[in-house]
């Protein structure tokens, strides 16, 4: 019996293998040629020196404790868009954060509490 169960396993991996091994071939795929990258975009000297001003503005302001969350908050704007070689958003953002961190550093000119006579 067990003689019987071999040779019927044996015959069956024989069969299977001879269809694994007369599947038809795969029609070989013509790959298109491949794109040619166009150069990328870099930053514009106008968004280089926003982006710089802004950072040098925002340093101001920290060292005179009068940084606005806002001014941060756009020149991490500013930082994403240069990643991403975004002149125009370097450039809006870098411009929100100097004119923040100017107001910040103007603030503190301001008297803290004003008395009503």
Do not use: H
Not at 15 to 42: D, F, H, M, R, W
Request: glycine residues 2%; positive net charge.
């Amino acid at each position: 019996m067990q003689k019987t169960m071999l040779m019927f396993a044996a015959t069956g991996l024989l069969i299977l293998n001879g269809c694994a091994s007369t599947a038809p071939a795969k029609p070989e795929v013509v790959q298109a040629p491949a794109k040619v990258e166009a150069p990328k975009a870099q930053l514009s000297e106008e968004a280089k020196q926003a982006l710089a001003q802004a950072e040098a503005d925002i340093k101001a302001a920290q060292e005179k404790k009068a940084l606005w969350t806002t001014a941060m908050d756009s020149l991490k704007k500013a930082r994403e868009a240069a990643k991403k070689n975004d002149s125009a958003a370097v450039i809006k953002n870098a411009k929100e954060a100097s004119d923040d961190a100017k107001l910040g550093i103007a603030q503190t000119r301001y008297p803290l509490t004003t008395i009503s006579k």
